[in-house]
Structure formats: C-alpha cells, structure tokens
C-alpha cells in the first residue's frame, strides 16, 4: 500500500496519535509533511509505504487556514490552551479599519515563531524550555502571506475570522497576536482549520473515525503516487534499460531538467529525475 492519504484531523488528536493510527491499520511505514496542533484541526496529508520517499517534494507547500482572533486577551501559548497573562480593552471593530490592518500584513517579512512549538534549539524543542520557565533566544524565520480575507466579525465576542494563505513555516498564532497588536490590544488565536496544503484540499479529506469504522476506506481514498505525479512525463524503459535503472544505473536521455514517472511494458515502476541529460533512479514502487 503505497500513497497519499488526506485525513480531515478533528481535535484534541496529535498529528503523532493520526500517524500511530494509520499504521496500526495499514501496517506500513507512515509519516505526514508537517504537524498540526492538537487543538488545530483539518488537512493532514499522510505518506504511506513507498510515498514516505517523496516527502521532499511536498514539505515546502503553501497552507490555507481559517482562523478566529480572540482579542482582549494574551495567553503565554498564543492560542487556546493556554493560560492568560494579559487583558487589554477592545477598541470598537469597524469593517474598514479590520481590513486594513489585515491587509498590512501580506508580503514577504521575518517573523519570531512562539515560544510554545517545536523548533529545535541546541537540540531541545521549544516548548520544553517554555515549560521550564526558560527563555532561549528565537531566530526570525522568512514567511510570505500572500493573501488575508476578512470573513466575518463578531463585535459581542471580540472576535475576528479570517482566510489566509501563507508559505510554509508562517506561525497563525504569531500571526494572531500581530494582527491584535496592530488593532491597538492583545489577542490570541481561538480556533484553527487549515483547509489546504498544496494542492490537497479539505473537501478531499476523510475523518479519521470513518477510517477507524471502516478500514476498508483507506485503501479506496488512497492517492498512488503515479496519480499524484500524472501531470509528470512518461519515459517508457526496455527490459534491459529497466534493470540497469533499478540497479541505480543513469540512463541518457536527451530531455529537460524534471521528475518523470518511469514505465516498463506499461506498468507503473516509480520516479526517476533527469538533471544534465542523465537519468537516475528516485522513487522506486515495485517490489
């Protein structure tokens, strides 16, 4: 069983408990391209068996969320969960003025990750130190958003929703609190859906429970890599082309600089990269 598997995350599950619960079922390899908080819930693709291998093609893929802005209040894990440790009056929300400050903050800038995620430094992750009670310098990370829509906002509540589409390593809850800042108090991020990463889109995920009721549902939503890759060239190998290949052999070929899904007698064998005319083996999905 070899392919991508979209899970619709609910909350109060890790991306860690999704994984555990997958490969309990499929008995195969599994990782996903990048962790959602427990509290956050939507799209987790999922890699499984030989679709482990092409995680490198899919880490660095643009994220859709929509989130709720808790203002008036700052917690010191910037969402949810955690405890607050500041309270600021709420200026009154006019549509306008929302709109521009949202819209101050598309385009490429640096941006400090919380305090409370998992970057490693000096081998320890962020959140153990936080936990600690210790401080650690955080380096600024370069993030793009490249686009913020203003949903809806609820005036009684003091809460803003909102659509934005950002490059990977943009930190919502980071996002939250500038967003509050700049609208003259604090705030943190109340809720979480991300409803696209890449080209996998939320209407296209299955909910876990649904996987766990019926294991026969994993198989049937299961993305092979050839179809992932189909929009990818065909190079259609001999037999004897076919084993110096598979033996990591590069083969001439006489094409541009790309991935291509590799063919035998019309059978699907797996990836293979041309670079300076020369073809080499990459992904390999037969046994």
Do not use: W
Request: some cysteine.
């Amino acid at each position: 069983m070899n392919g991508i598997l979209l899970i619709n995350k609910p909350k109060n599950y890790t991306s860690h408990d999704i994984v555990a619960i997958v490969k309990k079922i499929c008995k195969e390899k599994v990782g996903h391209t990048g962790t959602l908080d427990p509290n956050a819930t939507g799209v987790l693709p999922l890699l499984i068996g030989k679709a482990t291998e092409i995680s490198k093609y899919l880490i660095n893929h643009d994220k859709t969320y929509i989130t709720t802005l808790k203002l008036g209040l700052k917690t010191d894990t910037a969402d949810a969960e955690g405890k607050t440790i500041e309270e600021k009056e709420v200026p009154e929300l006019y549509e306008e003025k929302v709109e521009k400050v949202l819209s101050e903050m598309i385009g490429k800038q640096m941006q400090v990750p919380p305090m409370y995620s998992a970057i490693k430094v000096n081998g320890k992750k962020l959140y153990e130190y936080a936990r600690e009670g210790k401080k650690v310098e955080i380096k600024e990370r370069k993030i793009e958003i490249y686009k913020i829509e203003l949903l809806e906002i609820n005036q009684k509540e003091s809460e803003i929703i909102f659509k934005v589409e950002c490059s990977k390593g943009t930190y919502i809850r980071t996002l939250c609190e500038n967003i509050a800042e700049k609208l003259n108090t604090v705030g943190y991020m109340k809720n979480l859906k991300r409803i696209k990463v890449g080209e996998f889109q939320i209407e296209n995920a299955i909910c876990i429970e649904k996987i766990k009721n019926n294991e026969n549902l994993l198989e049937e939503n299961l993305i092979t890599i050839e179809n992932f890759f189909k929009t990818k060239l065909k190079i259609e190998l001999n037999d004897k082309e076919l084993v110096l290949f598979l033996n990591g052999v590069n083969l001439n070929r006489n094409m541009l600089d790309d991935i291509y899904r590799i063919y035998n007698q019309n059978q699907f064998i797996g990836l293979g990269v041309i670079k300076n005319n020369k073809l080499k083996r990459d992904v390999i999905v037969i046994n």
